[in-house]
């Protein structure tokens, strides 16, 4: 009669996913440390998952609170723990090669933070080169985020033909999800290739931009995307004048 209640583990993990996002980042922390230490070493698989899945929140907590550091060991233990499962039946390799992914690209984000632009570029490369074809969520939302970190690094670079080629990956890359999350993170991206193209008068690029821009209002309800759209339009009509 109690089999719809969550386990104990469970509760905690999603407590602690609560507390992430309330922004209560030292509390999310400690819950994790205590859940990972309960339960890590548990004979049953479900509390194992939930130890280690608290991981991933007391990374992302960390980098948020900017303590790269420890945000970089916590990654590394991540990796180590999912490629080295204990027990047989921890080594789920579809999985596993996600979350690892995952807790790639986190390290990469706390180098950046710590300003190791070199090094995070090279992880953030290593990541998409493995992951750009994936189609699965937590893949796809892994590259598209170092994928927009390589941007963030690269804006620092005065060639602009770089940002463009990083611009391009990410757009003709994920134009076609059907994530909303995913796309509200494309739009601002074309947007910049958008300014940029407009900035050189570049109208065949642009041409291009207008249609990346067209298969995205299929998919998003943004009112900015028509707005794109129309701003395209005036430049092209000025141009022509």
């Known amino acids: 009669m109690f089999w719809f209640l969550k386990s104990k583990s469970a509760k905690m993990a999603g407590n602690v996913q609560k507390l ?3 922004d209560s980042y030292h509390e999310a922390i400690e819950l994790a440390d205590n859940l990972y230490c309960q339960y890590i070493d548990s004979e049953d698989s479900q509390e194992r998952a939930h130890a280690k899945a ?3 929140w007391k990374t992302t907590s960390l980098i948020m609170l900017e303590e790269y550091q420890n945000a970089i060991s916590v990654c590394e233990k991540i990796i180590d723990i999912y490629t080295h499962g204990n027990l047989p039946e921890d080594i789920h390799d579809g999985y596993n090669k996600k979350i690892i992914r995952a807790a790639y ?7 950046y933070g710590l300003k190791e632009y070199n090094k995070s570029l090279k992880i953030i490369d290593s990541v998409v080169d493995e992951g ?17 970190l390589k ?3 690269l804006q620092m670079d005065p060639n ?6 990083v611009l391009n990956k990410i757009s003709f890359r994920f134009q076609l999800s059907d994530n909303p999350k995913i796309l509200e993170q494309v739009i601002p991206v ?7 193209f407009i900035t050189l ?3 065949k690029n642009l041409h291009i931009v207008r249609r990346i821009l067209e298969n995205i209002s299929i998919r998003s309800k943004s009112e900015e995307v028509p707005a794109f759209l129309s701003y395209i339009d005036k430049f092209e009509e000025s141009f022509k004048e």
């Not at 602009?160 to 080629?165: G, K, Q, T």
């Not at 074309?190 to 940029?196: E, G, N, S």
């Open 20 to 22: 992430f996002l309330k």
């Open 54 to 56: 608290a991981l991933t």
């Open 105 to 111: 690209t986190d390290k990469a984000r706390a180098l």
């Open 132 to 148: 750009i074809d994936c189609t699965d969520e937590l893949t796809e939302v892994a590259v598209l985020e170092a994928l927009l």
């Open 151 to 153: 941007y963030e690094i």
């Open 160 to 165: 602009l033909s770089n940002r463009l080629i």
């Open 190 to 196: 074309v947007r910049d290739m958008m300014l940029i």
């Open 201 to 203: 008068k570049d109208i």
